[in-house]
């Protein structure tokens, strides 16, 4: 059983920048493949970037590509995103989701999910 909290989130004007974290318990974090999604009001969630095990392959949405960052340090047991030149289309309840065999990373399938947290994007 892997247990996530997010933090991180808040509320920044556009054009500023935010870090999440997600930091994990119960099980280390070196055997999961971690996720990063968000949820605007409504039921899809939707992917923002995903790692692999060892942190040297990466995926991101096309909207988040070049401004996102995904990155992990197994030893603390957490994962980042770091979020650059937000828009307030970026405006959503930000998770991270944990899973030591997802088929495919950019499907909200994961095992393990965070609580959420939000980020509000101001124009």
């Known amino acids: 059983q892997v247990q996530l909290v997010e933090s991180g989130g808040g509320l920044v004007q556009a054009g500023g920048s935010l870090r999440l974290s997600c930091a994990a318990s119960g099980r280390t974090l070196r055997s999961y493949v971690m996720g990063w999604f968000r949820q605007a009001p409504g039921p899809v969630r939707e992917f923002v970037a995903g790692i692999n095990r060892s942190g040297t392959t990466t995926y991101y949405a096309d909207s988040v590509k070049g401004r996102f960052t995904i990155s992990r340090d197994n030893a603390k047991n957490t994962v980042y995103l770091q979020m650059n030149s937000l828009k307030p289309d970026d405006t959503a309840i930000y998770y991270c989701?944990?899973?030591?065999?997802?088929?495919?990373?950019?499907?909200?399938?994961?095992?393990?999910w965070g609580q959420g947290t939000q980020v509000t994007v101001s124009s």
């Open positions: 989701a944990a899973d030591q065999n997802i088929a495919t990373m950019t499907l909200p399938n994961y095992d393990y």
